[in-house]
């Protein structure tokens, strides 16, 4: 019998899939953009692509939320044509004879860590994918923790401004209001950063690198947003750990340290003495990895 899983990371911007082996490596992988439009049909390509004529033992999908578990449901913020959209049914439809298992991408993220990356040793953990937005997911007691419908764990919608910047969830003032990549961007243009059009957070990055003060408050900023948050989230669920990834986390130490700075504020439970931050180990594999976790 076969020890390959198909793993899925669905995503706002890219779709990736990788066969995983029994030990938590990826085998062949592959990704593609995600279309504007009705992403189906690439998605389907892609499986199929990355298969070729291997039998696999089960497939596993992290998919950008909200994701409903119970029903197999996807409703990408960022994919507006999917609303309910039934993928876990529809990726079963092409592999009938193996188990289909269906979790948000920050719940498979925090599982890929816990099983392969930074978060191994640990029991009770919250991963972060700080980027163009900010997601995350649950691993309490040694297993990934999804709640009621799937969504537990989205430490980017804890809420640190209460009169901050309206956020794409329909609420306001959430941590990706401030530590979202662009959201950062727009924050030290409106602050007076002179930066060209095609600024990103890497640009922003390493102009906070160079000594410009506008882009290393917008860092400080981000990171104490953060440090609420997992502050926050650990009081909550009595955690022990926290492993931060995603792109703007690539910055190391311009975001770690003010995150470091306001757990040392906002984290004072005596419980919460031992609580660690963390860099994710894993990079883009995370999400693939704890999708072939799913099913494992």
């Not at 439009?37 to 291997?54: F, K």
């Not at 770690?256 to 700075?261: A, K, L, S």
Request: charged share 15%.
């Amino acid at each position: 019998m076969t020890d390959l899983v198909l793993a899925l990371d669905f995503g706002g911007t890219k779709i990736a899939a990788a066969l995983v082996d029994s030990a938590g490596s990826v085998v062949r992988s592959s990704r593609v953009p995600t279309p504007a439009t009705d992403p189906w049909d690439a998605v389907a390509s892609l499986v199929t692509s990355v298969v070729g004529v291997e039998a696999v033992a089960g497939v596993g999908i992290a998919s950008a939320g909200p994701v409903d578990a119970v029903r197999g449901t996807v409703s990408p913020i960022n994919v507006p044509s999917w609303h309910d959209f039934p993928l876990r049914a529809s990726v079963a439809s092409l592999f009938p004879d193996a188990p289909v298992e269906l979790a948000g991408d920050g719940v498979c993220m925090a599982l890929g860590e816990h099983w392969r990356g930074a978060g191994q040793g640990s029991t009770f953990m919250v991963g972060l994918v700080v980027s163009t937005g900010v997601g995350g997911g649950l691993v309490l007691g040694g297993r990934p923790f999804g709640g009621r419908t799937g969504n537990a764990g989205h430490i980017g919608h804890l809420v640190v401004e209460p009169d901050g910047e309206p956020c794409t969830c329909g609420g306001r003032g959430c941590v990706e209001t401030v530590a979202g990549g662009p959201r950062m961007v727009a924050w030290a243009r409106r602050a007076g950063w002179q930066a060209p059009d095609h600024a990103d957070a890497a640009l922003l990055a390493a102009a906070a690198l160079s000594g410009e003060e506008i882009p290393i408050v917008a860092f400080e900023r981000a990171g104490q947003a953060v440090g609420m948050a997992i502050a926050g989230a650990s009081a909550l669920c009595d955690l022990e750990l926290a492993v931060i990834g995603g792109g703007v986390a690539q910055a190391g130490e311009l975001l770690f340290e003010p995150v470091r700075q306001a757990l040392k504020t906002h984290a004072g439970l005596s419980y919460l003495a031992g609580l660690e931050v963390r860099a994710a180990e894993l990079g883009g594999e995370a999400g693939l990895v704890g999708a072939a976790a799913l099913v494992r």
